[in-house]
């Protein structure tokens, strides 16, 4: 490392102000701060100090992703040799999904990273390493089939259109890898709902044993279906359901995956627990209330299953934390986790033809977060004001 490091500063004075790569500076700095912690200070005012930057931050949520990507890897490989009838063993089943997702990670890291490089370039900044997060989201909540051009497209629009003409990272009012999913969502959306696009092969003809389905739980339940069987028609178990041996978006699953990731979040003091919990509680609350009710299968589901099929768990771990476009005060978090798990469930019962819900939800709660947090400081202002006035 001290070699690199030498290197580095040997060849800086290119890329400062009158060197013969200054217009490269920003893409310099991108690949310096990422390597070495950034050798500058504050010199004015009153700041916090603090070991833990945005760069730091961002890797411990890519961390927090790796199990939900790893079973994401081994699923797709499970889910493909399941349709074929073949059996497989763990790392052949692995491999196959490596291959099949390790493409759509590359080229959402390119795609967005190759356009934050340019605009950093263009405006004179810094580079910013919000993408460092959304790059890895992105990939794990598509299709194992999605084209790879799809996901460069969705991709460039998220960066573009979610962030850039916001002015970049940290001034986003929606989450960029949901900005993606629903861009294609609407876009394409033969290449984002039905039964074929959740198993690799399936789209592409491939031989599968007599009578087998691709079909989601979810899907199955918007058909009316009461009993959710897998591809070959095995009742699904409760364990199965938690662990994430069933058809879905590549990290989006394992719910025991994505809470291993949640409590390493909460751990490292990245993820808010407020809104964690609170999505899980509003989620349930709304399950409850229809089971009450009744009328067709997702009504009544039990309100544990929402939990833990679909993206529920996925979005209410990463995407409803993203500290950008959630809520910022602590009384705010508990209302806008609790609506975000409400609203999840209200779309996937009363709109069969998007059995979902979660992605909606939290775009939805993104553009109202804002709104939230201003009447919790008004009311704290108003509180205060009051007893002030007693007070006098």
Same mark, same amino acid.
């Given at each position: 490392?001290?070699?690199?490091?030498?290197?580095?500063?040997?060849?800086?004075?290119?890329?400062?102000?009158?060197?013969?790569?200054?217009?490269?500076?920003?893409?310099?700095?991108?690949?310096?701060?990422?390597?070495?912690?950034?050798?500058?200070?504050?010199?004015?005012?009153?700041?916090?100090?603090?070991? =833990?930057? @945005?760069?730091?931050?961002?890797?411990?949520?890519?961390?927090? &992703?790796?199990?939900? $990507?790893? =079973?994401?890897?081994?699923?797709?490989?499970?889910?493909?040799?399941?349709?074929?009838?073949?059996?497989?063993?763990?790392?052949?089943?692995?491999?196959?999904?490596?291959?099949?997702?390790?493409?759509?990670?590359?080229?959402?890291?390119?795609?967005?990273?190759?356009?934050?490089?340019?605009?950093?370039?263009?405006?004179?900044?810094?580079?910013?390493?919000?993408?460092?997060?959304?790059? @890895?989201?992105?990939?794990?909540?598509?299709?194992?089939?999605?084209?790879?051009?799809?996901?460069? &497209?969705?991709?460039?629009?998220?960066?573009?259109?979610?962030?850039?003409?916001?002015?970049?990272?940290?001034?986003?009012?929606?989450?960029?890898?949901?900005?993606?999913?629903?861009?294609?969502? =609407?876009?394409?959306?033969?290449?984002?709902?039905?039964?074929?696009?959740?198993?690799?092969?399936?789209?592409?003809?491939?031989?599968?044993?007599?009578?087998?389905?691709?079909?989601?739980? $979810?899907?199955?339940?918007?058909?009316?279906?009461?009993?959710?069987?897998?591809?070959?028609?095995?009742?699904?178990?409760?364990?199965?359901?938690? &662990?994430?041996?069933?058809?879905?978006?590549?990290?989006?699953?394992?719910?025991?995956?994505?809470?291993?990731?949640?409590?390493?979040?909460?751990?490292?003091?990245?993820?808010?627990?407020?809104? @964690?919990?609170?999505?899980?509680?509003?989620?349930?609350?709304?399950? +409850?209330?229809?089971?009450?009710?009744?009328?067709?299968?997702?009504?009544?589901?039990?309100?544990?299953?929402?939990?833990?099929?679909?993206? =529920?768990?996925?979005?209410?771990?990463?995407?409803?934390?993203?500290?950008?476009?959630?809520?910022?005060?602590?009384?705010?978090?508990?209302?806008?986790?609790? +609506?975000?798990?409400?609203?999840?469930?209200?779309?996937?019962?009363?709109?069969?033809?998007?059995?979902?819900?979660? @992605?909606?939800?939290?775009?939805?709660?993104?553009?109202?977060?804002? +709104?939230?947090?201003?009447?919790?400081?008004?009311?704290?202002?108003?509180?205060? +004001?009051?007893?002030?006035?007693?007070?006098?």
């Amino acid at each position: 490392m001290n070699a690199l490091r030498r290197y580095l500063d040997k060849i800086k004075p290119n890329v400062e102000k009158g060197g013969k790569f200054h217009f490269l500076k920003s893409t310099f700095e991108g690949f310096e701060t990422f390597l070495f912690v950034p050798n500058t200070v504050t010199s004015t005012g009153s700041h916090i100090r603090d070991a =833990f930057d @945005m760069k730091r931050g961002m890797i411990m949520v890519v961390l927090a &992703l790796v199990p939900a $990507l790893l =079973f994401g890897m081994w699923n797709t490989g499970y889910q493909h040799f399941l349709a074929l009838g073949v059996e497989a063993g763990f790392w052949e089943m692995f491999w196959f999904g490596f291959l099949k997702v390790f493409p759509i990670i590359v080229v959402s890291y390119v795609t967005g990273l190759g356009i934050e490089f340019v605009f950093a370039q263009i405006r004179g900044h810094e580079i910013n390493e919000g993408f460092l997060v959304s790059g @890895m989201l992105i990939p794990l909540v598509m299709p194992v089939d999605v084209p790879l051009w799809m996901v460069a &497209l969705a991709t460039a629009f998220a960066v573009i259109i979610g962030k850039e003409v916001f002015g970049g990272t940290g001034m986003n009012i929606l989450n960029p890898a949901l900005t993606a999913r629903a861009f294609l969502f =609407f876009a394409y959306p033969t290449k984002m709902s039905g039964d074929r696009i959740w198993v690799a092969g399936l789209e592409k003809g491939m031989e599968t044993v007599d009578g087998y389905s691709g079909a989601t739980i $979810l899907g199955q339940a918007a058909q009316n279906n009461e009993v959710f069987v897998n591809g070959i028609g095995e009742k699904y178990t409760a364990w199965d359901m938690f &662990l994430g041996t069933i058809p879905g978006s590549i990290g989006e699953t394992s719910t025991l995956a994505i809470l291993i990731g949640g409590l390493f979040l909460i751990y490292v003091g990245v993820g808010s627990w407020r809104i @964690m919990l609170s999505v899980f509680a509003g989620g349930a609350a709304m399950g +409850l209330l229809l089971n009450a009710f009744g009328g067709n299968a997702l009504m009544d589901m039990p309100f544990w299953q929402h939990l833990i099929v679909g993206g =529920f768990a996925f979005g209410a771990v990463y995407m409803a934390t993203d500290p950008v476009t959630a809520t910022q005060t602590q009384r705010g978090k508990w209302i806008y986790g609790f +609506l975000i798990g409400v609203l999840a469930i209200l779309i996937r019962v009363f709109n069969p033809g998007y059995p979902e819900g979660m @992605m909606l939800a939290i775009l939805l709660m993104n553009v109202f977060a804002p +709104l939230i947090d201003h009447y919790i400081l008004e009311a704290n202002i108003r509180k205060r +004001l009051k007893r002030a006035k007693v007070q006098a």
